[in-house]
């Protein structure tokens, strides 16, 4: 959502809470928020319809379909699959910053020291 001229979190303008198992409890910090906070989640294509009541803004989850589901499983795994492939990547940077230090020769003092420069950052 815009927030004086920047684009910001909602977490970061509100408190969100759980009020029960299907519904979301938004408090602005902030009560000239609150159209500017509904507005953003319509805008959001989730299909959430929010409705507010004074300062709080109250948002209904819908129920879960099959396709919504398999969905957020799909979601899910692709976004597993890119934390494989990144631990992949620094694993074999790693091996092979290793493999150049000990073809080198360097003492195992100045291995470490390498190791844990790379890892630091």
Do not use: H
């Not at 970061?12 to 989640?41: C, F, H, M, Y």
């Not at 819908?62 to 976004?79: D, F, H, N, S, V």
């Not at 790693?94 to 003492?107: C, I, V």
């Amino acid at each position: 959502m815009s927030y004086y001229g920047s684009d910001v979190p909602l977490s970061q303008v509100a408190n969100i809470s759980v009020e029960d198992g299907r519904t979301l409890s938004i408090s602005p910090w902030e009560n000239n928020l609150a159209p500017e906070i509904e507005k953003a989640i319509m805008k959001s294509d989730l299909g959430l319809n929010p409705s507010s009541a004074g300062a709080v803004i109250r948002v209904p989850m819908p129920m879960l379909t099959e396709e919504t589901r398999k969905g957020y499983i799909r979601q899910a795994r692709q976004e597993a699959e890119k934390g494989r492939v990144s631990v992949r990547n620094v694993r074999r940077d790693a091996n092979g910053d290793l493999k150049d230090l000990l073809k080198e020769r360097k003492s195992p003092k100045t291995i470490c020291v390498a190791v844990k420069i790379r890892f630091r950052s």
